[in-house]
């Protein structure tokens, strides 16, 4: 199932889209400057729209003024969004009508199941999760929920796909890349029990509203793809292109983030730090100014990714 290979199109929307749960760190002047780059390098300089959206369904999580601090470090880097942000905890109206399209359309289901029913029963059909891997759902409410409760709703993977294929698409940066979703990662939840939008969900929603054309993220989020991919074709939505940046990572070999204790970035220097950025993007540093400076990375990104296909 070839779902990521549409042709180029004739504009560019791309977004940088971070989750107010705290200030930028590196690995995300990363993400924020690869795809602050891809947008300016389209068209040989009749660039493309760049957009910022807060990811902030997960009240719990956010901070405050976590905003405001995100938006002024991405100012003193000059990486300036073309319109005003938006934020997904004010979109839930249209989560909302994409849950009722699949659930009229027969492609999600009501599962009672708790993380460690879920585990029991992988442990009893003898499969493992490697560390850091995915909790399969085996499946066990697709027939019924059979008198339990129900606690979050799930994509019916195999309904989705044509013969158990797999998920092709070409990445940018990576290649070509595929993913058995139904083996890999089952299906997967759409609606939480806490009755909250699944990211899936909500980044296929909100990047067709905007019309994203082009998604730069981090290489961490590549495994996601085909889930997405999977929802675009189920929602009728359109298929943007994709490109996974390199991810800065921690002494511990493991992500820089936010769960990792990763430092706020310091855009007291932004020269410094975007310095530090590009070269994690394999592009030279830069001695002038911050303006001479992107504009160099963007001829540079220009010849290596060549926006343009």
């Known amino acids: 199932m070839n779902l990521g290979g549409a042709s180029a199109p004739a504009t560019y929307t ?10 930028l760190h590196a690995g995300s002047l990363v993400a924020a ?7 300016r390098a389209w068209n040989a300089g009749k660039h493309g729209r760049w957009l910022v959206r807060f990811e902030d369904l997960d009240r719990p999580r956010c901070v405050n003024g976590a905003v405001s601090r995100i938006l002024r470090q991405l100012q003193a880097c000059s990486l300036l969004p073309d319109e005003p ?17 699949l659930v009229g359309a027969g492609l999600v289901y009501p599962c009672g199941c708790s993380r460690r029913d879920i585990e029991v029963e992988l442990a009893r059909l003898g499969q493992t999760r490697a560390r850091h891997g995915e909790l399969v759902y085996p499946g066990t409410c697709r027939l019924g929920l059979r008198g339990k409760p129900a606690l979050a709703w799930r994509f019916h993977t195999q309904a989705a796909t044509v013969s158990h294929a797999s998920v ?15 083996t890999v990662v089952g299906d997967f939840v759409v609606l939480r029990s806490d009755g909250q939008f699944a990211y899936q969900l909500a980044v296929v929603v ?27 074709a189920a929602l ?36 410094l730090a975007l310095n530090a950025a590009a070269a994690a ?7 002038g100014g911050v303006a001479d400076a992107l504009a160099a990375w963007v001829k540079t990104w220009r010849h290596l990714y060549n926006p343009v296909l």
């Open 14 to 23: 791309g977004r940088f889209a971070p989750s107010p749960t705290g200030p």
């Open 33 to 39: 400057l690869a795809s602050w780059l891809d947008a």
């Open 85 to 101: 942000p938006v934020f997904q905890s004010q979109r839930i109206a249209l989560y909302r009508q994409a849950i009722d399209h």
């Open 168 to 182: 092709d698409w070409v990445d940018r940066r990576l290649g070509p890349q595929q993913q058995d979703v139904a």
């Open 206 to 232: 909100d990047d067709a509203e905007q019309h994203i054309t082009h998604v730069v993220r981090g290489e961490d989020l590549a495994d996601n793809t085909a889930r997405q991919l999977l929802l675009q």
């Open 236 to 271: 009728a939505l359109p298929t943007p292109q994709y490109l996974h940046s390199p991810l800065v990572l921690a002494a511990n070999g493991e992500k820089l983030s936010k769960q990792n204790a990763a430092q706020a970035l310091d855009t007291s220097r932004p020269l």
């Open 281 to 287: 993007l394999g592009l030279p540093e830069h001695a």
